[in-house]
T-cell receptor, first 111, second 111 residues
């Protein structure tokens, strides 16, 4: 079963705009990760934020984590057409070996 | 350095058949995890192997099995295929028990 949900399910923006995706999860976590997937191919790891962190940056990516609300957001600034992809959040909890993924946000960046 | 490789890329089978999917981890990585991604959903965890031992199993029927070889490559086997087994099967490897490097996946279609 999915750990949580991404919101929105689909997002369409113009090149140069910012894109914000949200992720909610159900159980306490060790860390939360964001992945990108292009056209049903393999997943590319974008960024990891630990449960004791509130914000993290990597290039044009900014991730926030609110453990009290069990939610995270991914902000992509100055979006490009090449950012068009599906974005998934994934959590790791307790002693679990696996990542538990959300249902994903399909981002379309129009040139 | 080569990333995680999976074979075959695509596969078409009929109901009732069995299938073997293969994964070669990044050199030096001892952990391999398998995920199933049905179209429009996030990946779901199937198995994790570390040092040739099963370390985690998701909520999948016994028709699904896997193993890891001394060179850390892995096979995922699915018996008595059902239409619902049609999916993208993803393999991830990591140096420890935290899979983060995903392969391109094997697209399985069951007719």
């Amino acid at each position: 079963s999915q750990q949580g949900e991404e919101d929105p399910q689909a997002l369409s923006i113009q090149e140069g705009e910012n894109a914000t995706m949200n992720c909610s999860y159900k159980t306490s976590i060790n860390n939360l990760q964001w992945y990108r997937q292009n056209s049903g191919r393999g997943l590319v790891h974008l960024i990891l934020i630990r449960s004791n962190e509130r914000e993290k940056h990597s290039g044009r990516l900014r991730v926030t984590l609110d453990t009290s609300k069990k939610s995270s957001s991914l902000l992509i600034t100055a979006s490009r057409a090449a950012d068009t992809a599906s974005y998934f959040c994934a959590t790791r909890s307790g002693s679990a070996r696996q990542l538990t993924f959300g249902s994903g946000t399909q981002l379309t960046v129009l040139p | 350095d080569a990333g995680v490789t999976q074979s075959p890329t695509h596969l078409i089978k009929t109901r009732g058949q069995h299938v073997t999917l293969r994964c070669s981890p990044i050199s030096g990585h001892k952990s391999v995890s398998w995920y199933q991604q049905v179209l429009g959903q996030g990946p779901q965890f199937i198995f994790q192997y570390y040092e040739k031992e099963e370390r985690g199993r998701g909520n999948f029927p016994d028709r699904f099995s896997a193993r890891q070889f001394p060179n850390y490559s892995s096979e995922l086997n699915v018996n008595a295929l059902l239409l619902g087994d049609s999916a993208l099967y993803l393999c991830a490897s990591s140096p420890a028990e935290t899979g983060q490097f995903f392969g391109p996946g094997t697209r399985l279609t069951v007719l």
